[in-house]
């Protein structure tokens, strides 16, 4: 057997991306802004100042087309295993026999087993650049509290989580390495906050939601000028962290000589698709690609397929901006589904702009298929996907399917945001035949 030449298609160190890229720049008319929700007015620089650092609040509002990556945040992303390889699913083609070709873009090689630390090493290094002593987070499946503690320990700042608690109690090992990471972690809804507090007493048994443990993670920020708040995914300067992904991306196809037909990411808040698409949603706006991009959710918290664009809150307790998203409501509780990643009510406003405007097309899954995808990539590529990644692998192998029966030889290329190693409760529950339906 020969294997094909694109099987992998790596980069040098010296080829990651020197600057990020920024959709604002390029989006036909201008995105709207983020509203303060006492006054219902766009919300000031200074008005964010409790919540963010300063250079995070510049690249939140910035419409620059390129920013420079900072050297020290570059050398970071080089441990996290970056430029990350792009993969061709040789052994997946083979066993659904398409004529499609299917590439995955590897962010589960990151040894914080997702793309989350592209986003958590800048905004630990901005914040410790600014004199910030301790980050404030939410996390739902766990990943992304786990990158932030691992990111705040190498800049010397702390690391505080509040951790959806269907998810906590379902994934000790989160806490586990949260803390190895040096970082602290709370079940949300927790005692540490007031507005913790105040739900406990009324929902005694809640499981919790993102919103919830966002509103919790801005309380501890707002109340001390030494603390401020990182948020994982859904805001402008996420998105424009992630676009190394993209950026490696498009050199990497470049070198491979492939021309995309369909690029496909799961969405939570959109940072790991926004970050492996924008890119290319660049050349489309362009007139360069005729690619066509695919964000796939969770039934769970179907934003864009089930929910509306309109403004609402980020959070549920009312401490955030209102953003102008894809929502289903800031107070609506999604089913505890292990794709938590995914459980988010609203969706980044950069993404709904673009879905809005023609150039993204969305899908959304039952847990139990995506589970299904996962098993099968499992079988086939060796990889145990995070339940999230699934959702993308879902689609791809259904495009792929398509193409068997259109015979059109497609180059579907997905975002594997990550792996699926802390996440085996999830396939345990999926091989004993006790997962539940997630719609
Ligand atoms: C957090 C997470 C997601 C969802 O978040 P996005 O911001 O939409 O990318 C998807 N996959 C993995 C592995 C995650 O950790």
Known sequence: MTLPKDIRTSLDVEELPKKWYNLAADLPGRLKPPLNPKTMEPVRPDELSSLFCDKIIKQEMSTERFINIPGEVRDNLVHLCRPSVLQRAYRLEKHLKTPAKIYFKREDMSPLGSHKGNTAIAQAYYNAEAGIHTLTTETGAGQWGTALAASCNLFDIKATVFMVRGSYDHKPTRKIVTELYG?????????????????????????????????????????????????????????????????????QMKKAEIEPDVMIGCVGGGSNFAGFSFPMIAEKIKGNTECEFLAVESKAAPSITGGEYRYDLGDTGGFTPMLMMHTVGHDYVPPSVHAGGLRYHGMSPLVSAAVEQGYVNAVAYDQLETFEAGETFAKTEGIIPAPESNHAIKAAIDEAIRCRQTGEEKSIIFCLSGHGMLDLNGYSEYLDGSMKSSS
């Open 183 to 251: 970082g602290t972690i709370y079940p949300s809804p927790s005692v540490h906050t007031e507005y913790g507090r105040k739900y406990l007493k009324e929902h005694p048994d809640s499981i919790g939601s993102l919103g919830i443990a966002i509103t919790e993670a801005c309380e501890l920020a707002m109340k001390d000028p030494g603390t401020c708040y990182a948020l994982g995914s859904v805001l402008n300067h996420v998105m424009l962290h992630q676009t190394v992904i993209g950026l490696e991306l498009k050199e």
